[in-house]
């Protein structure tokens, strides 16, 4: 893609050093620079269309109230190519990504200052689904049970900007689970001028990878976009009978934009397909029993450990298998209308369906009537937003609404064919679930962005939120019965249950529950000196806990304590911003102190045979969060990223509710924060006879963080060890002239992750014995991170 860099003449050395992926000619890089970072133009040197989703300014983000973190191409890139949304985000301060796997197909955690989002099938973590994710503004975090599936954007080379905003942002920005944070993906958009990208890509185990974009330009006041990816390969840990847990995604999105006198008008549609064989997690050491045929009595079997089996080992086919398929696909319309008056109003309708297809057909470490496992839970969306912007002399305010409904189906079967069940039929000793939930989200309010003053800017706001959450067991009815089939069923409003031969998860009775609140905010940012602004904001937010799953609120507790979550976010720092002074030519950094006080949590930690342990508390998240990019060289652009955090619980309490509360570990450490971590990169750019040459080098370090003990179900004092990796890369970009076609760019790019092939783990938690039911428990089971990896890219723009 373009790149961000400053020209000027250096020697013999000419002004010019960047492709521009129009591919008309080489541009010089100081005008196109400062364009991109005006927000009139695209990474690839296309002007934008009216209406058209852009990145915040370098001049917004001077000025904003609140910190936030832009990550450009250029950053983004530093992921990898075959790298999915999750992953890029580790390239902001702050923010922590975990998976188990090295590719968009796979799920993803992360956490932004410790509060967490995501689900890559491991727990231990805190603030479930406290950071909104949207997708060219629209939300794709599930609003039942706040959990974003981290691979239902699975492309990344049709993101053109990742918007990172750190606590809740200001109050026409946010949604309905904002407490710690929210992230925006921008896809490429519409442009003045037609255009497009192509981009081939082959790696290590067998991954490839092609991605597009297509713009038509405008046309008779119509200007469109079509882009999309798809790719496949293996796993980087094999088993021993050769089995490499193949993976594939795919995605595409369409927007099409509409100018007219008033305004403009937009439509556009999203679809997203990820699935995958999942490896399991590893013991990292050898454990009596635990081998990699699934039976200790073979003779000569392998026990199953990164010290004996393999640090990246998995289990053959036959052993353990189990299949993960995601999808999202959504519509949508958005309206930009001026009345008149300094006036506009806003509109955005969107329509979205998320669903998972997760089966099980070998585990030979759980055998029984709960063998095998059919998760195909879904969830169906609607929501409106509308709101008015008005411009006075020394205001702008935004004042509106948003509703959000959805239906969310919990459904699962624990099975075993042999005794008569299957994906649609229970069998006796099996476990099911099938809970729907009703969600309705509304919300009203208002922001004034006073600035009596051009240097300084004050931003009062409010939010009115209402949460109403309805319950109902369809188990009954969406699954057939195996003969002799009795439920247990609880109902957690009575305390009443009755004993069966098959565990139905979701509770008997329904229940309808409503919350509301307020929620007041305030920003300011003083400019002191052209260069340097100060900043500060307080906002408080409020989340409805998260539901689903095997347990927690309406089906294993009381839905009478249903409360509503409560964020408590102060940020403040200092902004520096300074175009072509000196050796600073497009320099953005900031400093940031955070503090979150995240109450009211009903924190709920599914394990791995689907059972949940329910915990109640509050935790303090404090820290400074740091960041840089500039050129401060005409063909040199460095970044780096840095946090120090300190997350501990004020109170943890486990129990299945007030009545029940159990065992305190008020005082401990939040698990799976960090208590450092950086980024650091430099990318070098080369033009020699028309042809640059850009090598590239970056380095990333994730410090030592708490683990989850399993045997108690809480926090543990127990560490795992810091890791990092040293990265490279290098591009060659050419202007070529084809025949029919004209002049466009062409680029070859290799490059290398985990240069060093550092052998480290991603995650680690405790083991109470279950997950390979050993009859002991406290050992370390990991998700390794990736080994050394190299990638090789061609790309075409035109």
């Not at 975090?141 to 918007?163: A, E, F, K, R, Y």
């Not at 800017?457 to 699954?479: A, E, K, M, W």
């Not at 072509?580 to 599914?606: P, V």
Request: proline content about 5%.
């Amino acid at each position: 893609m373009a790149h961000h860099a400053h020209a000027k003449h250096h020697g013999k050395r000419t002004a010019f050093a960047v492709v521009l992926l129009s591919g008309t000619a080489l541009a010089p890089i100081s005008a196109w620079a400062q364009a991109v970072n005006a927000g009139t133009v695209s990474a690839n040197g296309a002007a934008y269309v009216p209406g058209a989703t852009t990145a915040p300014t370098h001049k917004k983000l001077f000025k904003s109230g609140t910190t936030t973190r832009v990550l450009d191409r250029k950053i983004m890139d530093a992921a990898g190519p075959v790298a999915g949304a999750a992953q890029i985000l580790s390239y902001s301060p702050g923010v922590t990504v975990t998976g188990y796997g090295n590719t968009g197909s796979a799920k993803y955690t992360i956490t932004l200052d410790g509060v967490q989002q995501g689900w890559g099938g491991y727990g231990g973590f805190t603030g479930t689904g406290s950071i909104g994710v949207t997708l060219d503004g629209i939300p794709v975090v599930d609003p039942s049970t706040n959990l974003w599936q981290s691979n239902t954007i699975p492309q990344t080379g049709m993101i053109q900007s990742t918007q990172v905003t750190y606590g809740p942002g200001n109050p026409v920005d946010r949604w309905y689970n904002n407490i710690g944070g929210g992230v925006e993906y921008t896809p490429v958009q519409p442009t003045a001028k037609p255009g497009g990208d192509v981009n081939l890509t082959y790696g290590s185990y067998g991954q490839k990878n092609i991605e597009f974009d297509l713009r038509t330009g405008l046309y008779d006041g119509w200007s469109t976009v079509l882009a999309g990816g798809a790719g496949n390969g293996h796993s980087f840990r094999t088993a021993a009978d050769g089995f490499q847990s193949p993976n594939e995604n795919y995605s595409i999105y369409l927007k099409t934009v509409k100018q007219f006198s008033a305004g403009n008008i937009q439509f556009g549609g999203y679809f997203a397909r990820s699935a995958g064989y999942r490896v399991p997690v590893i013991p990292t050491t050898p454990q009596a029993g635990v081998t990699i045929t699934g039976n200790p009595g073979v003779a000569g079997s392998t026990l199953y450990s990164q010290q004996t089996s393999g640090y990246d080992s998995a289990l053959p086919f036959n052993t353990y298998e189990k299949f993960d398929t995601n999808a999202m696909w959504l519509v949508f319309a958005k309206e930009n209308i001026d009345l008149g008056d300094a006036t506009t109003l806003h509109n955005l309708t969107w329509y979205e369906n998320i669903t998972r297809v997760h089966s099980r057909l070998n585990d030979l470490y759980n055998p029984g009537p709960q063998v095998s496992e059919y998760n195909s839970p879904h969830t169906n969306i609607f929501g409106d937003k509308l709101w008015l912007s008005k411009s006075f002399a020394m205001n702008t305010v935004d004042a509106g609404a948003y509703y959000i409904h959805d239906t969310y189906n919990s459904r699962n079967n624990f099975y075993n064919v042999l005794d008569g069940g299957n994906k649609g039929v229970v069998n006796i000793g099996g476990k099911i679930r099938s809970s729907y939930f009703t969600q309705d989200d509304f919300a009203l309010f208002a922001q004034d962005d006073f600035h009596p003053i051009a240097a300084l800017h004050i931003t009062p706001g409010v939010r009115f939120v209402n949460f109403q959450t309805g319950y109902s067991n369809g188990s009954l009815q969406d699954f057939g019965f195996a003969p002799g089939v009795v439920l247990s069923t609880h109902c957690p409003l009575t305390g009443t249950s009755t004993k069966g031969n098959v565990t139905d998860q979701g509770a008997s009775c329904g229940a309808n529950e409503s919350r509301s609140g307020v929620e007041p905010s305030l920003s300011a940012n003083l400019q002191v000196l052209p260069w340097l602004a100060l900043y500060g904001s307080y906002a408080e937010s409020l989340r409805t806990p998260s539901v689903g799953g095997g347990g927690g609120l309406f089906q294993k507790v009381d839905p009478n304590s249903y409360h509503l979550e409560l964020g408590q976010d102060f940020q403040g720092g200092a902004k520096f911003n300074v175009e072509n002074d000196g050796i600073l030519h497009h320099f953005l950094a900031g400093i940031s102190y955070f503090h979150l006080r995240y109450a009211k949590q009903s924190i709920n930690y599914t394990l791995a045979n689907g059972n949940e342990i329910t915990a109640s508390g509050s935790s303090i998240y404090k820290g400074v969060n740091m960041y840089f990019n500039d050129n401060p060289l005409y063909n040199l652009f460095v970044y780096g990223n840095a946090s120090i955090t300190d997350a501990n619980y004020q109170t943890y309490v486990t129990g299945a509710g007030a009545a029940n509360p159990g065992t305190s570990y008020s005082g401990s450490k939040v698990p799976y924060v960090p208590e450092k971590s950086f980024n650091l990169g430099a990318y070098y750019d080369y033009l020699y006879h028309n042809t640059l040459l850009e090598p590239r080098a970056w380095v990333q370090f994730t410090g030592t963080q708490n683990l989850f003990n399993n045997v108690n179900g809480a926090p543990s004092h127990q560490t795992m060890p810091s890791y990092g990796t040293f990265n490279l890369s290098f591009k060659v970009s050419a202007p070529i002239t084809l025949p029919y076609a004209g002049k466009k760019s062409i680029d070859f790019k290799l490059t290398a992750l985990n240069v060093t092939n550092n052998r480290y783990n991603e995650y680690e938690y405790i083991s109470s014995g279950g997950y390979f039911g050993t009859a002991n428990g406290g050992y370390l089971l990991a998700y390794p991170g990736a080994p050394f990896t190299i990638y090789g890219s061609v790309g075409m723009h035109f």
